[in-house]
């Protein structure tokens, strides 16, 4: 049959504003979280990550923000520009002792930037 | 630093064929990834290979396979193509074999008829 579309949660924000994305992950063993950006035609493009022994790490313009008691992640992007406008996925590694890089997305949220 | 490459950036193929995509990782890089995406879907792991050694597979039907390389280089096979198999196929590579992030090519865009 056919394959219904995933319904991406969409994040409308002002240009100048800042924006927060977020992100409930599914294993407590999850040890590394990475957040992408995936414009129109392109892979993903690393933006940030964070390991299970920090609760918070910035980049440039960029923060993430780890719960692991709830299982939740987020990022902020301050002074959010057209340029911004792509959709944000997060992604978590079961660790599995060290031995692998294997990814599990999220399912991905649209930013649209308003100018 | 050249990004990952893949190759080729489009493909239209017949229910039945095969398919072959290629992918060069960063250079110095050892660890290669491979991903479905599809809008039903999202973004599926296939594979992962470090050191030609296949260290992980995703739960694909064994149609799905590929190889790496001695330069680090990887391949993707697609045999007995299904409709279902229309999807953008990505690769990543990585610096180091565990907790270090992907970096992405812009993949390959099957389309079976």
């Known amino acids: 049959g056919e394959s219904v579309g995933l319904h991406l949660p969409t994040l409308s924000v002002q240009e100048g504003d800042n924006s927060i994305i977020n992100c409930a992950y599914s294993?407590?063993?999850?040890?590394?979280f990475i957040w992408y950006k995936q414009e129109s035609g392109k892979g993903p493009q690393f933006i940030i990550d964070?390991?299970?022994?920090?609760d918070k790490r910035q980049g440039q313009r960029v923060t993430v923000l780890l719960n692991k008691t709830v299982k939740h992640l987020s990022l902020q992007i301050a002074a959010t520009q057209p340029g911004d406008s792509a959709v944000y996925f997060c992604?978590?590694?079961?660790?599995?002792?060290?031995?692998?890089?294997?990814?599990?997305f999220g399912t991905g949220t649209l930013l649209a930037v308003q100018p | 630093k050249a990004g990952v490459t893949q190759t080729p950036r489009y493909l239209i193929k017949t229910r039945g064929q095969q398919v072959t995509l290629s992918c060069s990782p960063i250079?110095?890089?050892?660890?290669v990834s491979w991903y479905q995406q599809t809008p039903g879907q999202g973004l599926q792991f296939l594979f992962e290979?470090?050191?030609?050694?296949?260290?992980n597979k995703g739960n694909f039907p064994g149609r799905f396979s590929g190889r790496q390389f001695s330069n680090s280089r990887s391949e993707m096979n697609v045999s007995t193509l299904e409709l279902g198999d229309s999807a953008l196929y990505l690769c990543?590579?990585?610096?180091?074999?565990?907790?270090?992030?992907?970096?992405f090519g812009n993949g390959t865009r099957l389309t079976v008829t």
């Open positions: 294993n407590s063993a999850s040890d590394y």
């Open positions: 992604a978590e590694t079961l660790g599995e002792g060290g031995a692998t890089n294997k990814l599990i």
């Open positions: 990543a590579s990585s610096l180091a074999p565990y907790n270090s992030p992907l970096h």
């Open positions: 250079s110095g890089h050892r660890s």
């Open positions: 290979y470090f050191s030609e050694t296949q260290r």
């Open positions: 964070i390991r299970s022994n920090m």
